[in-house]
């Protein structure tokens, strides 16, 4: 699974050295941006967990899944007006619960995001209004939770099918408006659930610079240099204290993670 998302990434940075040193076109997007979309989708996510998904011996009282989440189009491509090519990340606003596992007032939360890499078709039977489907590869990710050293749920990540559809409707050139749903399958074999998604959302799509904006940019004076070389150093002397306020203080802009840098270049 490493290998397949890391032939994605180079291919990713291929396209881009390619398209940026084939010519100096720098007042304009590159051929890649200018096909370019981006996106966010919210909604209801669901995956039925039940006493089943546990380890055997152990039963929650209460097993609680919140169902408000997003989906980030990370990076799309169009490659013409009826198919298209996006990488996404889906995950709920909260995590689900269990508790009261074996008759104790413990709380156990599960964490859980889907990656996709999907590919869209896409027909537009009246104006303005679309219809599409994605298929591709999607990557379910759990983390789970250990009871006195027991693996109550376990770490996993696998790749798998992800799938959807749904309703477009076309602002403008720069924006489209989505009705849509998205779904991956259940693993049994790692007592997990299928994950069904329904949300509103948008998209907006990069155009290429118009010629006057163009004639702007080029005759503007300022230069820019065609490479740029940043150098940066890492410590934990000063502590955590920012990690934690955009992580789990006033302003949760970010994720906490479990690895702590100490220092770096």
């Known amino acids: ?8 990434f180079f291919l990713f940075l291929f396209l881009i050295c390619f398209d940026s040193y084939a010519q100096d076109r720098r007042g304009q997007y590159t051929r890649l941006l200018s096909k370019a979309y981006f996106g966010v989708d919210v909604g209801s996510i669901n995956y039925p967990f039940n006493n089943t998904h546990l ?10 899944v919140p169902h408000v989440a997003v989906r980030l189009t990370l ?4 490659f013409n007006d009826n198919f298209s090519a996006r990488i996404t990340y889906m995950r709920p606003v909260n995590w689900v619960e269990f508790k009261n596992i074996n008759g104790d007032v413990s709380r156990n939360t599960v964490w859980m995001n889907v ?22 590869l999607g990557i379910v990710t759990r983390n789970g939770f250990d009871i006195n050293g027991t693996h109550v749920v376990k770490d996993i990540s696998y790749a798998s099918v992800l799938v959807g559809g749904g309703m477009k409707y076309q602002l403008n050139q720069k924006f489209s408006w989505l009705l849509s749903t998205a779904f991956s399958p259940e693993r049994k074999t790692q007592k997990q659930p ?8 948008f998209l907006y799509h990069m155009q290429p610079l118009s010629v006057e904006r163009v004639t702007r940019n080029t005759t503007s004076g300022a230069r820019f240099p065609k490479n740029l070389w940043q150098v940066a150093y890492t410590t934990n002397q000063l502590g955590y204290s920012v990690n934690n306020f955009v992580s789990e203080g006033a302003i ?13 270049i």
Do not use: C, D, K
Not at 2 to 8: E, K, L, P, R, T
Not at 56 to 62: D, N, Q
Not at 75 to 78: E, L, Q, S, T, V
Not at 252 to 264: D, K, T, V, Y
């Open 55 to 64: 380890a055997s011996g152990y039963v929650a009282g209460v097993i609680h």
């Open 194 to 201: 299928h994950t069904i998604f329904y949300s509103i959302g």
């Open 115 to 136: 990656g996709g890499l999907t590919f869209m078709a896409q027909m537009r039977p009246v104006h303005r209004f679309q219809l599409y489907g994605e298929a591709g």
């Open 1 to 8: 699974m490493n290998q397949v998302w890391s032939g994605y």
């Open 75 to 78: 990076f799309g491509y169009r």
């Open 252 to 264: 949760p802009i970010f994720w906490g993670g479990n690895a702590q840098l100490s220092r770096g």
